[in-house]
């Protein structure tokens, strides 16, 4: 079917075009993006404020997550993104849970949040939180990192490392 004029009352969606010329202004790119892990389980002091250490990357299309130094992702592209994270904090059989919160930052500071009150309420041994949250970063010095709080009585507590368990991901929304 050549079509050669649209007018809006008469056209069927469900008929099929092949489209000879060019298509601007359609889709984009949600670009970059990253999936960064912890490999690994780790021990977190009992209340307090912890940067999670995110040392092992599933993407990272920019090259902009520090897996080794900082734990953090710089995005090299100003714009909105969604960042998403979870912490999976896990005590012994002899652990006296009491709080978790988790925190996604930009540069140190809190943009989304997550916490669990568990005094009250008899839940065992281990907790998975996530949280994510929209926020601008400016693509040159803005960096966004994922934190940690765990409160309990007795015992420790671990960070649950693994690409499943503990993780912080993102990706640039087009606008």
């Known amino acids: 079917m050549a079509l050669s004029k649209i007018q809006s009352e008469s056209i069927n969606l469900a008929d099929n075009f092949a489209f000879t010329g060019t298509v601007t202004g359609a889709g984009g790119a949600n670009t970059p993006y990253f999936l960064a892990y912890r490999n690994g389980n780790t021990t977190q002091t009992n ?22 130094t900082n734990y953090r992702w710089t995005p090299q592209t100003a714009g909105k993104y969604w960042i998403f994270g979870q912490v999976y904090l896990a005590h012994g059989s002899n652990a006296n849970n009491q709080e978790y919160s988790i925190r996604l930052k930009k540069n140190g500071t ?27 970063l400016n693509g040159s010095s803005d960096y966004v990192e994922l934190w940690s709080t765990g409160n309990w009585t007795s015992g420790s507590i671990n960070v649950i490392g693994g690409a499943n368990n503990t993780y912080m991901g993102g990706y640039k929304i087009i606008e």
């Open 47 to 68: 209340n307090t404020d912890t940067k999670t250490t995110l040392n092992a990357e599933t993407f990272d299309s920019a090259s902009a997550f520090d897996s080794t």
């Open 110 to 136: 809190t943009f989304a949040s997550n916490h669990r009150d568990a005094r009250t309420s008899g839940i065992g041994y281990q907790q998975a939180l996530l949280t994510g949250g929209l926020v601008e």
